[in-house]
């Protein structure tokens, strides 16, 4: 389900690619819809979840349906009043929320008020996912995973269509085109809370919202949730500070960051959201049921199982770059020019997809067992080394590089109009969140290895040597097609498409052949 999700995301993305490009106006759209879909990350997949599941987990044990239905009932008005009252905020400081997220629009320019008005429209979406996921994390709790994995395709399906569909009509009524993008956003909202509720209703925990902040349930949701709005999100909240300083850079380097984030969230989002569904309900079972073995197995298959789909994804997305970018994007609108700046971004972005993986293991290890103050701890590193990495990378960059020093001469020796003029400054941010995301994932092992609540199971050399052994056979067949087929700009759709199927399909079977060759089976995919 998630697949087919993740495949609509990029129909999605070629759409918008070919009909705005990386220009003026998108880069506003990107800043203005990554505010809201950031909210959609804590509640959906961080902070609300890792601290709702554990204790919907608690209840549920106790076997009584009535005190789960007046939990959910309860949690609903909360997470709906809070909700409230930060999406009327978010509307009515709206053009300061803008300046502090991007500073480097003109205040006074069109950029930042079409950028403010899409952010009027597409706020709400927050409040419409947020209570989404509440009836996804009931949904999952109770071992339906197909309707909340599904529910994401309504907003590409409903953006695709705004795209398509309602520009045409913006232009004539006199409207910015891009408008148009920030009202699919909010039909999206509506439609994925819709599309859940039969299902929930069938479990007989349809919710009718109490507002009871003193309920046991609802305070210690909250108890947990308040520190997980940092640990649970780390890779979003230094993806929200580096589009900050993206807004700095040269025109475009918002919008390139967003595609090469788009095909980087491929991999995270298909296997890595799927992992952390399903894993975290497992954990907090085996946690409430008093199984420190069975919760010890889990997280060593969800370990195993990150490497074994990151290694090869980050090889590929590092070798494919440009030939997934060409072959997806660059149509219409989108040039080589952009193709080229997007990726790099993701070639160096992508250095971190098998940190960010574990991470979707390795943070519900601890919210499993309602510990949320040691990812806290993990978060505040990373969030400052990403901080650090970006100012350290850009003053290397203009202190040290040839571009640097010609971008700082013409700026009269003013380092924010030298960023504005240096092509590939965007890499660097990339780079700052990979740097970030490998330190984040080394610390939460290293704390859960303090912890002793996980016992590594026999056979982690053998792994290791299979992933090893195969990830070189596919790293030598896709770099050799990758030099064979150099110039994939001379080519139109279809011919990009083949070649990129073949080495996509050439590498996949390649390193399934090495895991088998050197005794990896496919039931050790089903764990324990």
């Known amino acids: 389900m998630t697949f087919l999700s993740r495949v609509s995301g990029l129909v999605r993305d070629q759409v918008y690619a070919q009909v705005f490009g990386a220009s003026a ?16 990350r804590l509640s959906a997949e961080g902070s609300f979840s890792m601290a709702f599941v554990p204790v919907l987990a608690e209840y549920k044990a106790k076997g009584d349906h009535a005190a789960v239905k007046a939990l959910v009932d309860r949690v609903a008005g909360a997470l709906t009043a809070s909700m409230l009252v930060v999406t009327a905020l978010a509307l009515l400081l709206a053009p300061w929320v803008m300046r502090v997220f991007a500073p480097g629009f003109d205040p006074d320019g069109e950029q930042a008020r079409l950028a403010t008005l899409m952010l009027q429209i597409t706020f709400p979406y927050a409040l419409f996912i947020s209570l989404a996921s509440l009836v996804g994390g009931v949904l999952n709790s109770y071992q ?29 009524w006199g409207y910015e085109p891009v408008l148009a993008l920030a009202w699919g956003v909010f039909v999206a909202g509506v439609l994925q809370l819709a599309f859940q509720l039969p299902s929930l209703a069938r479990l007989g925990l349809l919710p009718r919202p109490r507002l009871d902040f003193a309920h046991a349930g609802v305070r210690k949701i909250m108890k947990l949730m308040v520190p997980t709005l940092f640990g649970s999100s780390v890779a979003q909240v ?29 991999p995270l989002g298909m296997f890595g959201v799927a992992i952390g569904t399903v894993i975290l309900p497992h954990l907090s079972g085996r946690h409430a ?12 298959w969800g370990f195993r199982l990150c490497l074994l789909i990151g290694v090869p994804a980050c090889i590929g997305l590092v070798l494919c770059a440009e030939p997934l970018l060409a072959t997806l994007f660059q149509y219409g609108r989108f040039s080589a020019q952009d193709m ?49 990495c970006t100012a350290l990378f850009f003053l290397a960059m203009l202190w040290f590089s040839p571009m640097g020093q010609a971008a700082l001469a013409a700026a009269n020796g003013s380092w924010l109009g030298a960023l504005k003029q240096v092509e590939g400054a965007h890499a660097l941010l990339a780079l700052a969140i990979a740097v970030a995301g490998w330190v984040n994932a080394l610390q939460l092992w290293w704390y859960l290895r303090r912890a002793r609540v996980y016992q590594v199971q026999p056979g982690w050399g053998r792994f290791l040597v299979q992933l090893a052994v195969a990830s070189v056979l596919m790293t030598a067949v896709v770099l050799g097609l990758r030099l064979f087929w150099a110039d994939w700009a001379q080519w139109v759709w279809w011919e990009r498409g083949w070649r990129l199927l073949a080495m996509v399909g050439a590498g996949g079977l390649v390193y399934a052949a090495g895991l088998l060759l050197t005794g990896y089976r496919p039931r050790e995919l089903r764990g324990h």
């Open 25 to 40: 106006a998108m880069d506003a759209f990107v800043i203005a819809f990554r505010i809201p879909n950031f909210m959609r």
């Open 238 to 266: 230094n993806l929200l500070l580096n589009t900050l300083a993206a807004s700095l850079l040269m025109s475009g380097s918002v919008t390139w960051l967003y595609y090469s984030d788009r095909l980087l969230e491929f």
């Open 144 to 172: 339906r995973f197909a309707i909340p994995a599904l529910s994401p395709i309504l907003l590409n399906i409903s953006m695709i269509a705004a795209a398509l569909c309602l520009v045409p009509h913006m232009k004539a």
């Open 340 to 388: 080229r700046m997007s990726s790099l971004s993701l070639m160096t972005q992508s250095l971190a997809v098998p940190a960010f993986l574990l991470v979707k293991v390795l943070a519900p290890a601890f919210y499993s067992r309602q510990d949320t103050r040691t990812p806290v701890k993990a978060a505040l590193v990373s969030i400052s080394m990403n901080v650090a």
């Open 289 to 300: 049921a008093s199984d420190p073995d069975g919760y010890s197995k889990g997280l060593d």
